[in-house]
Nanobody, 114 residues
Framework: QVQLVESGGGLVQAGGSLRLSCAASGSIFSINAMGWYRQAPGKQRELVAAIARVGITNYADSVKGRFTISRDNAKNTVWLQMNNLEPEDTAVYYC????????WGQGTQGTVSS
């Protein structure tokens, strides 16, 4: 079973940037789609970005134009570049397949101050 480790979160001011990384313990090459999800306090976990094995991407409307997802199948890593961050982006960020069939990692906290 592939294990996922997220990193790169932190505290930034509104308008700042964070780059999140998701390292998988096994190959993600055979996983068609990988995604970044987030869960804000008191809210359900939501998908914010997804990337297919061939590189096609899709984004939630709330992050379109600000977030960029990428993957390197050879390195078994998925990234999420987050720019122009808003306080509403404060959440714990997780990666998983799409649909999420892998064991969830611990996530990484991203906090945006106003």
């Amino acid at each position: 079973q592939v294990q996922l480790v997220e990193s790169g979160g932190g505290l930034v001011q509104a308008g700042g940037s964070l780059r999140l990384s998701c390292a998988a313990s096994g190959s993600i090459f055979s996983i068609n789609a990988m995604g970044w999800y987030r869960q804000a306090p008191g809210k359900q976990r939501e998908l914010v970005a997804a990337i297919a094995r061939v590189g096609i991407t899709n984004y939630a409307d709330s992050v379109k134009g600000r977030f960029t997802i990428s993957r390197d199948n050879a390195k078994n890593t998925v990234w999420l570049q987050m720019n122009n961050l808003e306080p509403e982006d404060t959440a714990v960020y997780y990666c998983n397949s799409l649909p999420p069939t892998l064991t969830w990692g611990q996530g990484t906290q991203g906090t945006v101050s106003s």
